[in-house]
């Protein structure tokens, strides 16, 4: 129901859009989120979008990252800019029925990740 794409690597203070292609259903009726996990860390929440487009950030990336819902193409875009060696990490789509938490447990719904790398 979810596929994510749009990683890379890039250079710090570089910029990437990643992509969350959704179901309509899912699109329509769930709020998406963005969780990214680093290697030997917690998965964390990075942003989430409600069906209303509310939205709510992390504070690590609050200014540089920002969400937003393509209704034309049912997907789920997180543009990211001035890129840090610390947002290094595999970022995942989700999607709950619930209204913008970024707890992990509140999505039902995964994708399989896709890879950002930050490094010169």
């Known amino acids: 129901q979810l596929a994510e794409s749009g990683g890379g690597l890039v250079q710090p203070g570089g910029s990437l859009r990643l992509s969350c292609l959704a179901s309509?259903?899912?699109?329509?009726?769930?709020?998406i989120a963005w969780f990214r996990q680093a290697p030997g860390k917690e998965r964390e929440g990075v942003s989430c979008?409600?069906?209303?487009?509310?939205?709510l950030y992390a504070d690590s990336v609050k200014g540089r990252f920002t969400i937003s819902r393509d209704n034309a193409n049912t997907a789920v875009h997180l543009q990211m800019n001035n890129l840090k060696s610390e947002d290094t990490a595999v970022y995942y789509c989700?999607?709950?029925?619930?209204?913008?938490?970024?707890?992990?447990?509140?999505?039902?719904?995964w994708g399989q990740g896709t890879q950002v790398t930050v490094a010169a």
């Open positions: 989700a999607a709950s029925a619930a209204t913008l938490y970024l707890k992990s447990g509140w999505y039902d719904y």
């Open positions: 309509k259903f899912t699109f329509d009726y769930y709020t």
């Open positions: 979008i409600s069906i209303q487009n509310s939205t």
